[in-house]
């Protein structure tokens, strides 16, 4: 297995983060070599600057928490945050449209965001503490088909956030074709190797630095 | 008395589906309320369902945690326009505010408000994150960009709109902008307590407007400002608070 911290995207999405604790969580991603720091879109071009030449990428959130913005806006949200300096994105998938069952407008959402990133990793979150299971289904096939690289469980600003029963679903329908990213919750170097041992290859946490030391964490994402 | 016209009404869950903003339409048609407050990714069928009816579509920008690239509020607010919202609302940079970084959250309004130009522009503060002097630091910038409304929560945080706040708000901006409540505001009593305290508008999911003789006249301020709002311009009231 790969260290567990390259697993580990440090993450920090709260609406008050400063300009300052965005500064801490890149010190803190290069000195213990995450894979990524998790930010808001405005962060970008800070968090680029701050990892510069530490290997440790930027990822950003589009559509986030709710998904439910326009898609030429998380199109355009998105070339901008490539433009500050992000390698990474993801982006909630439309739940509303989901539930509405218009499943072209949602896989249509997807797509348009995937092909401007067509060289960079796309993630969707599905936020699965809406969804029932077929729900958790239609939406990783619908995430997959429209070329996401990653189906992610959850936000952490939903109801709950990831759960095995969730990942286990995700895993199976995704078959390969994608991988997983769990987020929510995982708190603990238990909960983070269930995951791993599952078959996930990412985990969105606040709580990176616990998990690799094992040490209990306060964190609530 | 009838507070349907200072009522925008609200639905911005995640999981809102296309039928849940067909009755959030009809239902403010059937009322009568002043807007519906919607995400930008149904704009286009509110404005598609509103059409004629003088219901006001507004739309929610950079939401619920403001921590969108500037550059990305203005183009969604821009698109939004475009997709027919008559009213934007945008959440202030709570990041840059913490950072102090006064500059930066001035910058973000301004670049909105530049980018839609006359249309309404509101600005939401989350004050359940704020303390008293930010959220009069937080009015202080709205002016300065010329915002329209000051709105008070996205009932996404973990408390909505107070009294409190409402009334530092006032003091801070008395009439140079009006001010928005919502979050947490689920029945007519309450939203005439929001009135009275000066809040202009109210952003509730509740349809909380029963037309009640027994509190018909119980603010005369109020009252008159529902008779204005109503555009009821030359009654004997209006005439009568007037005086």
Redesign the interface.
Do not use: H, W
């Given at each position: 297995m790969a260290p567990l911290s390259s697993y580990i995207d440090h993450t920090l999405?709260?609406?008050?983060?400063?300009?300052?604790?965005i500064i801490q969580l890149c010190k803190e991603a290069k000195e213990h070599q995450f894979h990524a720091v998790c930010i808001?879109?405005?962060?970008?071009a800070l968090a680029k600057e701050q990892l510069k030449n530490s290997g440790v990428k930027v990822c950003c959130v589009i559509g986030?928490?709710?998904?439910?913005?326009?898609?030429?806006?998380k199109i355009?949200?998105t070339k901008?945050?490539l433009f500050?300096g992000a390698d990474e994105i993801d982006m909630?998938l439309?739940?509303?449209?989901l539930?509405?069952k218009?499943f072209a407008a949602v896989w249509k959402d997807i797509e348009a965001v995937k092909k401007c990133i067509p060289n960079n990793i796309l993630k969707v979150i599905l936020?699965t503490c809406?969804l029932d299971e077929p729900e958790i289904i239609k939406a990783s096939e619908l995430a997959i088909q429209s070329g996401a690289d990653f189906i992610k469980t959850s936000t952490g600003?939903?109801t709950r956030g990831a759960t095995i029963h969730d990942v286990k679903l995700m895993k199976h329908v995704a078959d390969g074709k994608a991988k997983i990213k769990a987020s929510g919750g995982i708190k603990d170097y238990g909960t983070a190797m269930q995951y791993i041992n599952l078959g996930v290859e990412r985990l969105g946490t606040s709580s990176g630095i616990a998990i690799i030391t094992g040490q209990p964490s306060t964190e609530s994402y | 008395m009838d507070i349907s016209k200072f009522i925008d009404y609200t639905l911005?869950?995640?999981?809102?589906?296309?039928?849940?903003v067909i009755n959030l339409c009809n239902e403010a048609k059937l009322n009568g309320f002043y807007a519906v407050c919607i995400?930008?990714?149904?704009?286009a069928l509110a404005k598609q369902l509103l059409e004629n009816t003088g219901i006001k579509i507004a739309s929610v920008i950079g939401?619920?945690?403001?921590?969108?690239?500037?550059?990305?509020k203005v183009?969604?607010a821009k698109?939004?326009l475009e997709?027919g919202a008559d009213e934007i609302e945008m959440?202030m940079?709570?990041?840059?505010l913490?950072?102090r970084?006064f500059v930066l959250v001035l910058k973000d309004i301004i670049d909105v408000k530049l980018g839609i130009k006359d249309t309404p522009l509101k600005v939401i503060l989350?004050i359940s994150?704020l303390s008293k002097n930010e959220i009069i630091k937080a009015c202080s910038i709205c002016l300065d960009a010329k915002v329209d409304v000051i709105k008070t929560s996205s009932g996404?945080?973990k408390s909505g709109a107070t009294l409190t706040a409402t009334k530092i708000i006032k003091k801070t901006i008395k009439d140079q902008a009006q001010i928005m409540v919502s979050g947490g505001i689920e029945d007519f009593e309450t939203a005439l307590k929001y009135l009275e305290a000066g809040a202009d508008r109210i952003g509730t999911s509740k349809n909380i407007n029963p037309v009640s003789n027994s509190i018909q006249n119980r603010n005369a301020k109020v009252y008159k400002k529902y008779l204005e709002a109503n555009q009821i311009q030359n009654s004997l009231e209006i005439q009568y608070y007037n005086r």
């Open positions: 999405l709260k609406a008050t983060a400063t300009k300052n604790d808001n879109s405005c962060y970008a986030f928490p709710l998904g439910a913005m326009s898609t030429e806006a355009f949200e901008q945050a500050d909630v439309n739940i509303g449209l539930k509405s218009d936020e809406y600003f939903g | 911005l869950k995640a999981t809102t589906s296309e039928r849940d995400n930008t990714a149904y704009v939401f619920p945690l403001g921590a969108t690239s500037t550059a990305a183009y969604e698109k939004a997709d959440v940079n709570l990041g840059f913490k950072s970084n989350e994150e996404f945080s």
